[in-house]
């Protein structure tokens, strides 16, 4: 696969599952812009393939100068892989506001703004992938997190609906739906359920790794293999779809 005259937006792209990818299209002939908030983190894996830019993605003035940035520096915008995100669980007793709105200010506004800033430019020309990292928390309700899993469905619901809006034009829109990944999101929740629990840490990843069904964490390369395959030839007729990578069928 030959991605030379691409140019590829990964949120989130500096760490887990959003480098995986960056790495990957970067291999593959890709320009690649990676975002996230710490630049520190960005520039340290960078390397001369990657073009590290700080975005907060909750911040729609950011994530218009920062797109419109990208693509004065590496071109249209062609792929578009919303990632960043967070993940924690609350009861929904103990849920404020604040925890509510910075759960969908990052993982839904942030797709939003994303796939918004990078359409325009991607409507520009005349091929388009935008694939958006949900969860299998966007297909079903996962227990303690009702908001994080609200804000996953809400990618789901844009990116479907999006597949409809540019029905028959030379774009696709779809989700990746992974279970438990192994990447800091779970070493931070690994100690979070320790903490809240009383769990020990190794019980707690234990917890994670029972709720895929093959009973291993997923590795950040599968994600990345399944987007490799939806910028290749030979998936342009998959559009508006979730793909679930948790091992088997939830
Ligand atoms: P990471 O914590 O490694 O990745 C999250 C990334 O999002 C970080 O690079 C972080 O960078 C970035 N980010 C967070 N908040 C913001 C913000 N406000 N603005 C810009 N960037 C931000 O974990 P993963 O790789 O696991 O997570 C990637 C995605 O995959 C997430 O959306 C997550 O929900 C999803 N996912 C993960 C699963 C897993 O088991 N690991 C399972 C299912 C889905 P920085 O902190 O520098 O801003």
């Not at 995100?85 to 929904?92: D, F, P, V």
């Not at 989700?175 to 990447?183: E, R, S």
């Amino acid at each position: 696969m030959d991605l030379k005259d691409k140019h590829a937006l990964i949120t989130g792209g500096g760490t887990g599952i959003g480098l995986a990818i960056a790495r990957d299209l970067a291999a593959k002939g890709a320009r690649v812009t990676i975002t996230g908030r710490r630049q520190e983190v960005l520039e340290e894996v960078a390397g001369d393939t990657l073009t590290p830019l700080a975005m907060d993605v909750r911040d729609e003035a950011d994530v218009q100068a920062k797109i419109a940035q990208a693509v004065a520096q590496n071109g249209p915008m062609q792929i578009c892989i919303p990632n960043a995100g967070i993940a924690e669980g609350r009861g929904l007793h103990k849920t404020d506001m604040a925890f509510w709105r910075n759960m969908m200010a990052t993982n839904l506004d942030g797709a939003f703004l994303t796939i918004r800033e990078s359409l325009s430019s991607m409507r520009q020309t005349d091929w388009g992938r935008v694939i958006a990292i949900s969860s299998v928390a966007g297909l079903r309700g996962l227990p303690g997190a009702a908001c994080y899993s609200a804000s996953k469905h809400g990618m789901i619901g844009l990116i479907r609906s999006l597949s409809e809006d540019y029905m028959g034009q030379p774009f696709t829109f779809n989700a990746i739906c992974p279970g438990y990944v192994d990447t800091p999101i779970i070493t931070r929740n690994t100690e979070s359920i320790a903490q809240r629990t009383g769990m020990d840490t190794d019980k707690a990843r234990e917890v994670m790794v029972g709720m895929n069904r093959h009973k291993r964490l997923v590795e950040a390369d599968e994600i990345a293999a399944a987007v490799a395959w939806l910028v290749g030839p030979g998936s342009q007729s998959v559009n508006g779809q979730t793909i679930e990578i948790a091992g088997g069928q939830m």
